[in-house]
């Protein structure tokens, strides 16, 4: 669990790690926005894909996906990745780290393969760079320690998102 420390404006961790402002901010806004009444204005679920090397955060996301009745998919590997029909999917959680291949370049990979443009959410357990050049379909990092529900908060923005410019571009809103 995270404090504010009295001593600087810098977040401090229980561990004692200090995180940048950017996990911060975003955090104190997840915060605010993920009260359990809450409700959505799309009334859409989005499928979502998870791409990630750990099964414990693939669990853990599947049981939050569950509790917000969302159809969610875990793959841990890129032959698994190979075997699912990627453009079915409304959005993608991508893990930075895969082993052999980052995040980012299996979202360039997938940008050049599947012909759609899936928005994708990268994620970490370990802080990234914010200024890194990324592919168009990413539209947002999202640290792992703000949790499973703000990740799928994330998601759902990135769907309404997409789903609205959508309606904007075929003239239906």
Known sequence: MARQSTASSSFVYERGEQKPS???????SFRRRLLPEQVR???????????????????TMQ?????????????????EVGLV???????????FA????TGLELTRYLEDQVGKQ?????????????????PSTIREFVHK???P??????????FDVQLLHRRLREGTH
């Open 63 to 79: 049981r939050a996906a569950a509790l917000k009745g969302v159809d969610l998919r875990h793959v841990k590997t890129l032959e």
């Open 118 to 134: 899936i928005p994708t959410i990268l994620t970490s357990q370990t802080p990234r760079s914010v200024s890194r050049r990324w």
């Open 98 to 101: 895969l082993g052999a291949v």
């Open 145 to 147: 320690d703000l949790g």
């Open 149 to 158: 529900f703000a990740l799928l908060e994330a998601c759902f923005e990135a």
């Open 41 to 59: 204005a799309s009334t859409f679920k989005p499928r979502i894909l998870v791409v990630d090397d750990d099964p414990i955060f693939g669990k």
């Open 22 to 28: 950017v996990y911060r901010d975003a955090s104190e």
């Open 85 to 95: 029909k990627v453009e079915d999917f409304d959005v993608i959680l991508m893990d």
